[in-house]
């Protein structure tokens, strides 16, 4: 048999689209609207860039996703996640559809009762609760979400120094599945770290057990995880029913339902492949109902979907700044726009219209933020029409985190509206300027 000839290895550029003469054939549309207000207005009014969020869409996802739960299962109840989008604007129109509040610090804490949330609608996530938090949050008869036994003697100590009495669930981590496991957050179900930990709080006379509690994960793409998550959760509410013949109020599936973003390095666009939320209901009540709970015992179902609720509503309107050709030939576009107001794009490729009609001719092009680091890079390659200095552009699904994670660097950040149902415009967060940046800054005298 003769030996096999060596062949060298080769690696092979892949380009997006169908090329043709004038490039790939990829069809960009533009969006001169944004909930039928003008983007030229709006920018001509309020600056470039400027975030902008549509009221109707907020509402029509908060009706979609409560019709899809209550049609399958008769207690849900939404709790508005503050972490993914705390604008008082934005929050309180969550609030007015319904939500409580679900907070993971302190200050997001007192953010829900500045927004007119009652003490007993709010559930307190997170690791980081201080002893001051705790007391509040129990004196507020909020629901106080266990995240490690430290936090369990932290409360206990608490309550038995101050003689109140606290609502408390077990935030559970579990195996779904999932890989890697999200095993930061909450007491673990395999190991019996859960189990001992609802033990120490039923023998407790200060804590009353009210919920289990979970969060699988974020952009989570099979609904068949939150059914096993869905259905661990229940044997435990029936174990505990049987131990210490005591029903628990709810059950809190998290959230972490992906939006319609599409992220990198996916093969499909995210608008194909995220699942709906009749399928993530499916999922988690036919868990609930199949599950060992006695028909007249089975508990609320919360759920903190935040990601999927606000993601569709958020858009990012800006400008051209330059254009210019990198080294290996390839047009690149710098934006007024960078990775310090849209954080998420280390992670979504988000979709970017032009506002204005264009000639349909597209090339390869990497789209550059502002600022003075190589990070800067809001599209590493899509294929994109040669928009010119000035011109504006509309980056969507930005609703999610950028607001919440957006940082005052190298460039101070800009106005927020709101679009209302009736398409007015509502400034909700005003740009800051040189006099906010440096308020809370103290020069020592020999400085000055």
């Not at 006695?294 to 609720?309: C, F, M, N, S, V």
């Not at 007015?424 to 020592?444: D, F, G, K, Q, W």
Request: glycine residues 8%; hydrophobic residues 40%; charged residues 25%.
């Amino acid at each position: 048999m003769s030996k096999l000839l060596f062949e060298r290895p080769a690696i092979t550029r892949l380009t997006p689209g169908v090329p043709s003469k004038h490039g790939a054939g990829t069809v960009i549309a533009p969006m001169p609207l944004i909930d039928g207000v003008k983007v030229d207005d709006l920018i001509d009014k309020y600056g470039s860039p400027l975030y902008v969020f549509s009221e109707r869409t907020i509402r029509k996802g908060m009706e979609d996703i409560k019709r899809a739960f209550s049609l399958r299962y008769q207690k849900v109840q939404m709790a508005w996640s503050y972490k993914t989008n705390y604008l008082d604007s934005i929050c309180r129109i969550f609030h007015q559809e319904g939500s409580w509040a679900e907070v993971v610090s302190g200050f997001e804490y007192d953010k829900a009762i500045r927004n007119g949330v009652k003490g007993e609608n709010i559930i307190f996530n997170g690791p980081g609760k201080s002893i001051e938090d705790l007391e509040k949050a129990a004196r507020n008869g909020s629901f106080i979400h266990i995240d490690h036994i430290d936090e369990l003697f932290m409360l206990s100590d608490v309550c038995q120094k101050k003689n109140i009495e606290a609502r408390v669930a077990v935030r559970i981590n579990m195996d779904i599945g999932i890989y890697p496991k999200w095993d930061r957050f909450g007491l673990n179900y395999e190991n019996g770290e859960a189990w001992d930990a609802i033990n120490r709080i039923m023998m407790n006379p200060k804590l009353k057990l009210m919920g289990l509690h979970t969060h699988i994960g974020t952009y989570i793409m099979t609904v068949d995880s939150y059914r096993i998550a869905a259905t661990k959760l229940a044997d435990l509410a029936v174990n505990i029913a049987r131990k210490f013949d005591h029903n628990i109020s709810y059950i809190d599936m998290g959230g972490g339902f992906a939006s319609r973003n599409t992220l990198r390095g996916a093969y499909l666009s995210g608008e194909d492949t995220t699942p709906s939320f009749d399928e993530y209901a499916e999922a988690i009540t036919s868990a609930l109902i199949n599950s060992q709970i006695k028909p007249d015992k089975l508990p609320t179902l919360i759920l903190e979907t935040g990601r999927a609720l606000i993601d569709n509503a958020g858009f990012i309107a800006g400008s051209v700044l330059a254009n210019k050709r990198l080294s290996d030939g390839r047009r690149a576009t710098i934006f007024d726009v960078g990775v310090n107001l849209l954080f998420t794009a280390f992670w979504y490729d988000h979709k970017i219209h032009p506002v204005i009609n264009h000639s349909g001719l597209v090339e390869e092009t990497t789209i550059f933020g502002p600022l003075c680091m190589n990070i800067d890079v809001i599209r590493p390659s899509l294929m994109f029409p040669a928009i010119k200095r000035g011109d504006r552009f509309v980056i969507t699904r930005t609703g999610a985190y950028n607001n919440t994670q957006w940082l005052q660097f190298i460039t101070m950040r800009p106005n927020v509206v709101l679009i209302d149902m009736n398409h007015n415009v509502h400034l909700i967060r005003r740009a800051e300027t040189m006099e906010n940046v440096s308020e809370n800054e103290v020069i020592p005298e020999y400085l000055a």
